[in-house]
């Protein structure tokens, strides 16, 4: 039970209630989505993975909120992840209330992957400030805490500042769903020891994992923060990968590790491929 999936891109094409009740049914501990609301045509901001155009895959991603609701209404055990919502693009006012109502229908099994973006053009279209946008991120998790988590919750800070409002429902998760910082920044880890409650990277390795893992340890030392509290779930392993590899990272100090299965134009082609990964993955 450590061991996600990845909604494959174009990520509207298959149910994501069938994904998610075929992927809880076989074992798997968690399923993901992700987001780009738009993508502009032109745009200087290369591609993080290969530095170059935006493939055209990457153009076709869900509502990570929409689908997962639609994952927990036929699902019962199945944690329901983002990976990653990009905060720069989202009032908190309103994804405090989105989250909170879908962790309370699915019984506290969200879990908050963040991140901040990285197309410049993107992010200042939506209304973020694109060379700030994690000191951004902070501001709105901040904001986030105090309202599912005060009764009357105000904040005043330099990207968001409202007076007393009332929030409710209040999400399942006490103190809140966890908050998992995701990338490869150089600052991240501190940002996690700071305001998160895990890292969640890709495209790492176990050496890494580990080293850190050390890391998160020494900083929630500093912090008074409890090491265990902060957690490591490895994010987006391609298609192919091995039970041997899942192990790697778990043993270095991952609590979960996600995998992305081929995109498939049926739910036969998914439900088989499912199958075949959880024979192979899923213990």
Known sequence: MSVGVVVPLPAYTLDPAFIAKKAEDLGFESIWYHEHPILPVNSASPFPATGGEIPWTYRHFSEPYISLAMAAAVTSNIKLC?????????????????????????????????????????????????????????????????????????????????????MYPKPVQQPHPPVLLGGMARNVLQRVARYGDGWLPNR????????????????????????????????????????????????????????????????????????????????
């Not at 908190?92 to 410049?120: C, M, Q, T, Y």
């Not at 979960?256 to 081929?262: A, K, N």
Request: proline residues 5%.
């Open 82 to 166: 983002t990976g990653i919502t990009l905060v720069p693009e989202r009032n908190p006012l309103i994804l405090a209330k989105e989250i909170s109502v879908l962790d309370r229908h699915s019984n506290g099994r969200f879990v908050f992957g963040i991140g901040a973006g990285w197309n410049r053009e993107e992010t200042e279209m939506m209304g973020g400030d694109f060379d700030h946008r994690w000191t951004q991120t902070q501001e709105a998790v901040l904001a986030l805490k105090e309202l599912w988590t005060k009764e009357e919750a105000e904040f005043h800070g330099h990207y968001y500042d409202f007076p007393p409002v009332y």
């Open 204 to 283: 790492i390795t176990p050496q890494q994992v580990e080293d850190g893992k050390k890391v998160l340890e020494t900083l929630a030392d500093e912090r008074g923060r409890d090491p265990e509290s902060l957690t490591i779930s490895v994010f987006g392993q391609p298609p192919g990968t091995t039970r041997q590899q899942v192990d790697d990272f778990l043993n270095a100090g991952a609590v979960r590790v996600s995998v992305w299965p081929t995109h498939c134009d049926t739910e036969q082609e998914m439900g088989d491929q499912l199958e075949k990964m959880a024979g192979e993955l899923v213990r």
